[in-house]
């Protein structure tokens, strides 16, 4: 079946503008994950998404980062106004539940302000 | 919260010969740890994971083994071949969602 898909896979922007970036999880998968990670560097949580429930934002980064899904399927993250710190794969990945399940990534977005 | 740490940060062994990536964690609830390889460009996939009620798990050439008492878990390469080569990540969770993840592992099987 398809795996978890995310676009563009390349964003090039300046800073101080706006991008989205988009996820399209697993069908059926009721958790979505957004990491960053850094080149060369370990996966940052970025925020969970579980079925209907308050998502849980406690790692985005600044106020400038947000994050929305509708329902249990697409979800996009948006960054304000972006800064060349905020280059990086940004990673999404679904799971069929909130317990310990496998997470199944994405191929990443990766995103270069200049 | 979680803080995972792992050794070593690159890894450079003979084709045929064995790896072994070390993990510690903070928080002693944690009860889920799961390995992710990640080649060059690629996405995270999983390789293996083990959970607390067990102290080792084996898949063909891999293995996992987890000492709940020191709070450490290692992964186990055996004969190891070129396609190994990759970025290792260990992670850790204590029953719900949220994984902390070590920096990683960059290993090369040399020919």
């Known amino acids: 079946g398809a795996g978890v898909s995310q676009s563009p896979s390349n964003k090039v922007t300046e800073k101080g503008k706006d991008v989205e970036l988009r996820c399209d999880p697993i069908?059926?998968?009721?958790?979505l994950y957004w990491y960053r990670q850094r080149l060369g560097q370990g996966l940052e949580f970025l925020i969970y998404?579980?079925?209907?429930?308050?998502?849980?934002k406690s790692g985005l980064p600044s106020d400038r980062f947000s994050a929305e899904r509708t329902g249990e399927s697409v979800s996009t993250l948006t960054i304000q106004r972006t800064q060349q710190e905020d280059s990086a794969v940004y990673l999404c990945?679904?799971?069929?539940?909130?317990?310990?399940?496998?997470?199944?990534f994405g191929p990443g977005t990766r995103l270069t302000v200049l | 919260g979680e803080n995972v740490e792992q050794h070593p940060s690159t890894l450079s062994v003979q084709e045929g010969d064995s790896a072994v990536i070390k993990c510690t964690y903070s928080d002693s609830a944690s009860n889920y740890f799961p390995w992710y390889k990640q080649e060059l460009g690629k996405r995270p996939q999983l390789i293996i994971d083990i959970r607390s009620n067990v102290g080792e798990k084996k898949d063909q050439r891999i293995a996992v083994t987890l000492n709940k008492t020191a709070k450490h878990f290692s992964l186990h390469i055996t004969e190891t071949q070129p396609e190994d080569s990759a970025v290792y990540f260990c992670?850790?969770?204590?029953?719900?969602?949220?994984?902390?993840f070590g920096a990683g592992t960059t290993v090369t099987v040399r020919a």
């Open positions: 992670a850790a969770s204590r029953n719900d969602y949220k994984l902390s």
């Open positions: 069908s059926g998968h009721t958790a």
């Open positions: 998404f579980q079925g209907n429930s308050a998502p849980d």
């Open positions: 990945a679904s799971g069929a539940t909130s317990e310990t399940d496998t997470q199944y």
